[in-house]
């Protein structure tokens, strides 16, 4: 597997002391999903949980519907220029019956780690129907439960503790009990690694749970929340407009800046109990 972290030698400026040391960055390297031998997508990501990844990205790109739809997954050779595997390509064979999506109709599946949804057509083209009835979900959730969250997802990042540049993506009860944790430099890929983990547990969908994300909540992630059947998606950050119309269009609670004491509801109040 290829490393989480690398260190690297920094010129440390602080004030007027300047000190030549090595530093800890996150570890940011391309990953190939292939399906039954043909490229289907590139993401950049950080290496760890891949598996995770390509269970999660299939999953909330609606090729998948469960794990009984993945046949086998493998790592391809792919080597660097000291002929060793970078472990950068996974291959994928889906189970008999599933069709493979035409990429050719709809989606440019090459992503960044800064923006999932580029390359996408059009709006119509990735506004995907969840299988699930979110909007049905009756998962209340405590305002003091909800504003612990941050705390606790800051707390289970390792990985930030040593770099300061991944985002995470948390999985929450509606008590606030951590069930999954994943970092990445793409925040989209944290939240295909999180759900991921819950098809291959056999745990979707995630009805009675909280999503919650460091940075912002943009459209993918909203309709990845969606996709997997999560009632409540949390941001430290702000949401985009496409972001609440999604929600309020699938019925998910999305809750922005949320932060300290406060935090901004968006959409599905409803589900938020404010103390009396």
Known sequence: MGRVTSRTPV??????????????VAAEEPLEIRLAGSPLAVTMRTPGAD??????FLATEGV????EDVAGLRYCDSVDAEGRNT?????VDLAPGVEPPDTALDRNFLTSSSCGVCGKASIDAI???TRYDVA??????ELATLLALPDRLRAAQEVFTKTGGLHAA????ADGDLVALREDVGRHNAVDKVVGDALRAGRMPLAGHVLMVSGRASFELTQKAAMAGIPV????????????????????????????DGCNVYTRQERIVLPD
């Open 11 to 24: 010129l440390r400026i602080r004030g007027p002391v300047r000190t030549t040391r090595p530093d800890t």
């Open 51 to 56: 598996f995770d990844l390509v269970h999660g």
């Open 64 to 67: 998948i519907g469960g794990v």
């Open 87 to 91: 472990y950068n390509v996974v291959d």
């Open 127 to 129: 506004r995907t129907r």
């Open 136 to 141: 049905g979900d009756g998962t209340r959730l």
């Open 170 to 173: 948390g999985l929450f009860t």
């Open 233 to 260: 998606l949390a941001a430290v950050s702000a949401p985009s407009s496409l972001a609440v119309e999604l929600a309020a269009d699938v019925g998910i609670t999305l809750v922005g800046f949320l932060r300290g």
